[in-house]
């Protein structure tokens, strides 16, 4: 079995960034999906504002041939968290709103220097792309498509290589480099941004993807679409660092959280 350019509509749809929204808490895929106004967190908007940083100097690596400089990419992204925290409801407070702005002018600048100029020879950048395979159309938007490869860039806790060759994101962009460019990438990767003891750093893993990996994605997404249409919404695990109050907006809301780890105990 193999993907295929699809004729979209064709087969029942769904895209890469539902499977990993949902398979992270399925309470909060659905409260997202319910909601009319986008909600962010301060740390989440740092993540967006580097990434319109990173596809703007993308972009113009392939118009130009040269990216933007470096203060450029800091100021789009700094533009870009000001807008999504502005136009989103935020559950951290103005003075952590307000420290978010040094927050992704940092991380940007650690992605100028360290993850751009690595990020040549690019073929397509936040380009959405569709496949078909199996009995289903899978969607997504990978950050960025090389004659290398195809990778993510991840601003926020720092990735391992054990992550990244697990990661079912990278399984599902092959899947669509697949089907669009007739063969498996490569190689794919995270560019994994963080924040430690002496700054901003950026550390990029590299990864391979098999035929079997992407059955395995193909499964996943199929057991995502039937609970999805079922309307099961599990909780996220109880281990997770995502599922607290400094990573999910939803906190406050959320009916899987006890009244004491709410604050209101």
Known sequence: MRPIYPAPGRLPR?????????????VRYFLEHECTRRVTTVRMAVGSGVAVGAWQDNRSKIAR?????????????????ATEIEESDCSDSRLEQG????????AAECYAKEVAPKTTGIMAAEEPMLAEMGDLEIAGTPDVVTQAGIGDTKVGQPWTLDRADRARQLSGYAIL??????????????????????????TRWYSARTEKDCLAFLSTARRVREAINAGTALPAPESAWWCSRKWCPWWAQCPHVSRRDNGTD
Do not use: F, K, M
Request: aromatic letters at 10%.
């Open 14 to 26: 769904i895209t890469q960034s539902q499977i990993e929204s949902y398979l992270r808490c399925g």
């Open 177 to 202: 480099h697949w089907g669009r460019w007739n063969r498996l990438p490569s190689r794919v990767w995270i560019d994994s941004v963080s924040r430690g003891r002496h700054g901003w750093q950026a």
């Open 65 to 81: 041939g040269i990216g933007l400089p470096a203060c450029e990419i800091v100021d789009a992204s700094v533009a870009a968290y």
């Open 99 to 106: 420290q978010g702005e040094d927050l992704v002018a940092n």
